[in-house]
């Protein structure tokens, strides 16, 4: 999440910084990769994760969430969307991430959108 975050305060433009700020964090070598993977994913898919989002975020824009939040929405949608992690699992994941990043009202308005996104998925993307 905090990677996810610090590309977006960054502009996305600079993907050596980001890579020393993703070594400096996490030291075992799965960690990392995951990482990769799922910044990668996030911003690859970006367009689609972040039109979902904006779907379901009843009388709320991107640019008006916070930037922690909107972070850990895009790491979940994308896990959700493309079935990496069973959707439950991805939300309350996200929550926690919420609970212990985001403001006090950020855990509730987190599992909020995301369980609009589980109910609204396309049977494909549903997973096992």
């Known amino acids: 999440m905090q990677a996810i975050y610090q590309a977006e305060l960054a502009g996305d433009g600079d993907p050596e ?3 020393r700020f993703i070594a400096g964090r996490l030291k075992a070598a799965g960690l ?3 990482c990769r993977q799922i910044v990668a994913g996030v911003a690859e898919d970006r367009p689609r994760i972040d039109a979902a989002i904006e779907s379901l975020a009843e009388h709320w824009s991107l640019r ?3 930037a922690v939040d909107r972070s850990i929405l895009r790491i979940a949608a994308h896990e959700i969307l493309n079935g990496d ?3 439950p699992v991805a939300v309350d994941e ?3 991430l919420a609970k212990r990043y985001g403001s006090e009202a950020s855990p509730r308005f987190v599992a909020g959108i995301l369980g609009r996104l589980l109910a609204e998925r396309p049977p494909a993307a549903a997973g096992p």
């Open 85 to 87: 992690v069973p959707g």
């Open 64 to 66: 008006r969430m916070t």
């Open 17 to 19: 910084q980001l890579e």
């Open 32 to 34: 990392i990769r995951f």
């Open 94 to 96: 996200a929550v926690e």
